[in-house]
C-alpha cells in the first residue's frame, strides 16, 4: 500500500522536525514492512512554477497544431514558449518549467529556437512531472499565485512510502490504521478519520428493497444519492491522493468509494441505481449463474460464491469485484452506495477460486472494521453530494447480523513469562488499551478487542500485541545456551561425505522438485510392468503438469540438466541426493483418508493415515553428458562415455565405506549394452552407464549422455573403522596377466584375485586388456598389477610369487583363469 507523508498527518499529528528517516524507523518498529520510500520532492529541479497563458498564437503553417504562448511566470516580461497541447485557453493557470529545469528521465529544459519561434521553458503534463501517466494534455491549474513555486500544487513537495501489509495487520490496509500505528510510536496524538461523520440511524424502509439470505454476509448497508453527477471530476486534493497512492482518478463516485477504502480501510461499491430491477438479494450463487465482471471478463460463479443480485440475475461477485451491468456509467444520476461486512474465508476463497485478487478482497479477507459499514456508506454519500450535488435520500438500509466480540482471558503476568521482559500490570494494560481493547480485572484480566481487530482471538494474540507496541528494541538479545547433543547420525554423516566425495571430483550438486508429470515414466523407457511406474499422486500439486512424486531422482535430475542446456552449457557432472516416493503395500491413488482439520482426528484416522504413508528411501543420482576432458592445445579431448557414470558410483560407495561390485546389467533407461548393475554383498543397489538413445532424445539430452542411481540406504551404514596400520616396509611390485573368457567381467577377475591375494594385498590395479587370436577365440588377457606390503618385514621374491600364485589359483577356480605366458 503506498500512502503519503501529507495525509497520514492528517491523522497523526507528526512533529514538524520529523525525518523520513525517522518516520521510516517508526513504521519499522510498528511491524510494518517498509518497501519503498518515493521522495516526490527530488524529481523535478530547478525552477518549476506556477504560469498563466497571456496571449496564444495558433501555428498553422505546421503538419500539426501548434501553439505559440506567452506565459507569466512571475518575472518582468512574459517567456515565450512552444506547446502543442490543446486543452488550455488565455487566461489559465499551468505548469511552467524554466531553463535550468530536469524532470524525470533525466529530461533538460532550455531555451531553444523551433518552428521559427524561441521556445523558453516548457508547459507541463502531468506524466512529463511523474506526477501520473496522464498525457492527454498539459495541466491545468485550478488557483494559484503566479510564479511561486509549483511543487505544492501539483504534488510533488510530498513522500510517499511504500509498505508490504502482512497478514495480521490487515487494519493497516488504511490510512487509519497506518496513522493510529505512527502515532502510538511516536507519542503523538491521532485523530480517527471516523470520526468527521456521525453514523445516521438506520430507517424502517431501505432506499432500494434488500433481503439478506446468507450467513456470509453479516452486515449489509445502502445509502442512495438521486440527481448526482456520478462521472464529475473529483476535486483536486482527492485526485492528487488517488494518484500518489498510485490509484488512476475515473469519476467522483467510483474516487470517492476508493478514497474512503484508502482512508478508512472498507471498501465500498456504488451502483447505477436506475440499472436496478425490482430490489437487491445477498445469496450464494446458484450452479450454471454466470457474471461479466468490471474487468471485461465473463465468470462461471460457484455455489459457494457470494453474489449480490437483483431480479436479471448477479450484479456483483461480493467482496471482490462489481459487476458490469450495473456499474457506475455516463448517464448514471442516481448511486445507491453498498457498504458490506463480508466472511473473510468466503472472500479468499472466492479471490482464489476465479484467480481475481481486487483491493477489496485484500481488505475483506484481512478482516475489515464491521463496525463501520454505516458510517463509511453515510461519508461516501456526503462527498457526492458536496462535490457532485444531488440530493441525499432519507432512507436507509442496515441490515446488522454481528455478534459480540468474544472477551479474551488474559493472566496479567503471561507476557512476562512468555517474552521474558518484566512488564507490570499498569503498562500491559496501556499497550492493551492502545492496540484498541477495553480491558478489565486485576489478576486475571478480562480483554475485548477493537472491531477492527478480528486477529486478536488468544492469549497468545494478546501477547505479542504487549510485546510489538511496546517495543521490540526492549526484547533483549542474547544467545541460548547449547544443548549437549548426540551429533550426527551415521546417515547424516554418509549423506555429507557423499555429497562432498562427489564435488571434489567435479560434480556439482543441485536440488530439484520431487514432483514429476504422469509422462516422464514414458519418457524414461520404462516397462509397463517396472514398479516404477506406481508413483503417488499428490491431491493440490504446484503444477497441475507434474503431479506425481518421483520414484527415481533421475526423474527430476534431467530437469536440471535440461535447463542448464537451454542456458547454453554443454560439458555437465551434476548430482542429486534426495528422497524418493514409493507406494505402501496394498496402496491405490483412491485410497485415501479424511483427516479433518477443524478438530484433532481420531488415534485410528492417524494411524491409517500413517500406513498410507508413502516409503521414503534416499538415492543419489548423476547425470554426465559433454566432455569429460576438454581439449587442449597439445592434447585431444575425451568426451562422457558409461565409465564415468561407472566411476561417480564408485566414489559414492567409496564415501559410504563399501566394497561396491560392478557386472553387466540391464534396466530402463540405460542403454542395454552399456549398463552396469552395481551390487553391495550381492544385492543390487543401482545402475550405471550410458542412457539408452530414444531416452535421450525423447528428454532433449546430448546423445552418449551417462548417468547412475543408487539406492543409498540400501548400503549398510559402516561401525567406526579402525585406526590403518602405516608400514615403514618397502612395497613388492608384481604383475600378472591372466586369460579368461571374453564374456566374463573384469571386475569379477579382479574380486576373485583379491581374495586369493589375503591380507599382504596393498593395492590391485588393472592396467590392460589384450585379444589377440593367438589366445583362443573369445578369449582376453587381462593384465592387473599387485602391491603387496607386509607390516613386520621386507616381502622376498618367493613369497611375492606365492601370493600371485594363490590370487590366480582362485581365479582359475572362478573362471578358468590362466597365467598367460
Known amino acids: 500500500m503506498r500512502i503519503p507523508v501529507s495525509w497520514l498527518a492528517e491523522y497523526a499529528d507528526l512533529p514538524a522536525d520529523l525525518t523520513t528517516e525517522a518516520l521510516d524507523a517508526a513504521l519499522v518498529e510498528a511491524g510494518l514492512e517498509v518497501e519503498e520510500v518515493d521522495d516526490l520532492r527530488g524529481r523535478v529541479t530547478g525552477p518549476l512554477v506556477v504560469g498563466r497563458v497571456a496571449s496564444i498564437e495558433e501555428l498553422t503553417e505546421f503538419k500539426k497544431p501548434i501553439r505559440h504562448c506567452w506565459v507569466e511566470v512571475g518575472e518582468a516580461e512574459p517567456r515565450s514558449i512552444i506547446c502543442g497541447a490543446r486543452n488550455f485557453a488565455e487566461g489559465d493557470l499551468v505548469v511552467v518549467a524554466l531553463p535550468g529545469a530536469e524532470l524525470p528521465g533525466g529530461f533538460k529544459i532550455g531555451s531553444r529556437k523551433t518552428y521559427g519561434r524561441l521556445s523558453d521553458g516548457m508547459i507541463c503534463s502531468e506524466r512529463e512531472l511523474g506526477v501520473s501517466d496522464e498525457h492527454a494534455g498539459i495541466i491545468v491549474l485550478p488557483e494559484g499565485t503566479v510564479g511561486e513555486d509549483a511543487r505544492p500544487v501539483v504534488g510533488l513537495d510530498d513522500v510517499v512510502f511504500e509498505l508490504a501489509i502482512t497478514p495480521d495487520m ?167 452506495i453498498e457498504a458490506a461486512h463480508w466472511d473473510p474465508v468466503s472472500i479468499a476463497r472466492t479471490s482464489r477460486r476465479h484467480r481475481l485478487t481486487s483491493e477489496a478482497s485484500k481488505r475483506y479477507e484481512r478482516g475489515a472494521d464491521a463496525a463501520l459499514s454505516l458510517l463509511a456508506a453515510q461519508r461516501a454519500a456526503d462527498l457526492l453530494v458536496e462535490y457532485g450535488g444531488g440530493t441525499l435520500v432519507d432512507e436507509v438500509a442496515d441490515v446488522d447480523r454481528r455478534k459480540p466480540i468474544a472477551p479474551i482471558t488474559l493472566p496479567v503476568d503471561l507476557p512476562s513469562k512468555t517474552i521474558g521482559v518484566d512488564y507490570d500490570r499498569a503498562l500491559v494494560i496501556e499497550m492493551l488499551e492502545a492496540a484498541g481493547c477495553a480491558v478489565e480485572g486485576d489478576e486475571i484480566l478480562t480483554v475485548t478487542p477493537a472491531p477492527w481487530r478480528p486477529d486478536l482471538t488468544d492469549p497468545v494474540d494478546l501477547v505479542e500485541e504487549v510485546a510489538r507496541l511496546h517495543g521490540y528494541g526492549h526484547i533483549p538479545s542474547s544467545i541460548p545456551r547449547a544443548i549437549a547433543g548426540t551429533g550426527l547420525t551415521s546417515s547424516q554423516r554418509r549423506r555429507r561425505r557423499v555429497a562432498r566425495a562427489l564435488a571434489d571430483n567435479g560434480f556439482v550438486e543441485t536440488y530439484t522438485f520431487p514432483f514429476v508429470s504422469r509422462e516422464r515414466a514414458d519418457e524414461l523407457g520404462l516397462d509397463e510392468k517396472d514398479p516404477q511406474r506406481e508413483a503417488v499422486a499428490v491431491l493440490n500439486p504446484l503444477d497441475d503438469a507434474a503431479p506425481l512424486l518421483r520414484t527415481t531422482v533421475l526423474a527430476s535430475l534431467v530437469n536440471a540438466v535440461r535447463t542448464n542446456l537451454a542456458r547454453g552449457a554443454r560439458d555437465l557432472a551434476v548430482f542429486e541426493e534426495g528422497l524418493v516416493f514409493q507406494p505402501a503395500d496394498g496402496w491405490t491413488e483412491l485410497d485415501v483418508v479424511d483427516l479433518p482439520v477443524s478438530k484433532r482426528p481420531e488415534d485410528e484416522a492417524i494411524a491409517a493415515a500413517v500406513l498410507r504413508l508413502p516409503v521414503q528411501p534416499r538415492h543419489v543420482a548423476a547425470v554426465l553428458c559433454g566432455q569429460a576432458v576438454p581439449a587442449g592445445v597439445d592434447t585431444a579431448g575425451r568426451a562422457v562415455d558409461w565409465a564415468d557414470a561407472v566411476e561417480a558410483a564408485e566414489v559414492v560407495a567409496a564415501a559410504s565405506g563399501v566394497e561396491l561390485e560392478v557386472a553387466q546389467g540391464e534396466a530402463a533407461p540405460w542403454h542395454p549394452g552399456r549398463c552396469a548393475e552395481l551390487r553391495v554383498g550381492g544385492v543390487p543397489v543401482g545402475y550405471a552407464g550410458e542412457l539408452h538413445p530414444e531416452v535421450c532424445e525423447r528428454l532433449g539430452l546430448p546423445r552418449r549422455t551417462a548417468a547412475m542411481e543408487l539406492d543409498l540406504s540400501a548400503l549398510p551404514l559402516q561401525d567406526l573403522a579402525p585406526a590403518p596400520v602405516v608400514s615403514h616396509f618397502p612395497a613388492t611390485l608384481i604383475d600378472v596377466a591372466v586369460v579368461v573368457a571374453e564374456p566374463v567381467p573384469a571386475g569379477e577377475v579382479e574380486a576373485a584375485l583379491r581374495e586369493g591375494a589375503g591380507d599382504l594385498l596393498d593395492s590391485l590395479r588393472l592396467f590392460d586388456v589384450y585379444r589377440d587370436a593367438k589366445l583362443g577365440e573369445d578369449r582376453k588377457s587381462l593384465a592387473f598389477k599387485l602391491e603387496l606390503r607386509a607390516a613386520d618385514r621386507t616381502l622376498t621374491n618367493e613369497e611375492g610369487v606365492a601370493v600371485r600364485d594363490a590370487a590366480v589359483a582362485v581365479a582359475a577356480d572362478r573362471f578358468g583363469a590362466a597365467i598367460r605366458e
Not at 217 to 222: I, K, N, P, Q
Not at 315 to 329: D, H, I, N, P
Open 170 to 336: 490487515g487494519y493497516c490496509f488504511s490510512v487509519r490504521g497506518i496513522a493510529r500505528e505512527v502515532a502510538h510510536r511516536l507519542g503523538v496524538a491521532f485523530k480517527d478519520p471516523a470520526a468527521k461523520t456521525v453514523e445516521p440511524a438506520a430507517t424502517g424502509e431501505p432506499p432500494f428493497p434488500l433481503a439478506v439470505e446468507t450467513d456470509g454476509c453479516t452486515r449489509f448497508t445502502l445509502r442512495a444519492v438521486r440527481g448526482v453527477d456520478a462521472n464529475a471530476e473529483a476535486p483536486e486534493w482527492m485526485a492528487k491522493r488517488l494518484v500518489q497512492a498510485g490509484m488512476r482518478p475515473l469519476g467522483l463516485a467510483v474516487d470517492v468509494t476508493n478514497y474512503l477504502m484508502l482512508e478508512l480501510g472498507h471498501p465500498l461499491h456504488a451502483f447505477d441505481l436506475d440499472a436496478l430491477r425490482e430490489g437487491l438479494v445477498v445469496r450464494r450463487a446458484k450452479a450454471g449463474e454466470k457474471l461479466k465482471t468490471l474487468d471485461d471478463v465473463e465468470r462461471a460463479l460457484d455455489p459457494e460464491d457470494m453474489v449480490i443480485c437483483d431480479a436479471t440475475g448477479p450484479l456483483s461477485l461480493a467482496g471482490v469485484m462489481g459487476g458490469q451491468t450495473s456499474e457506475v456509467g455516463p448517464a448514471t444520476r442516481d448511486v445507491l
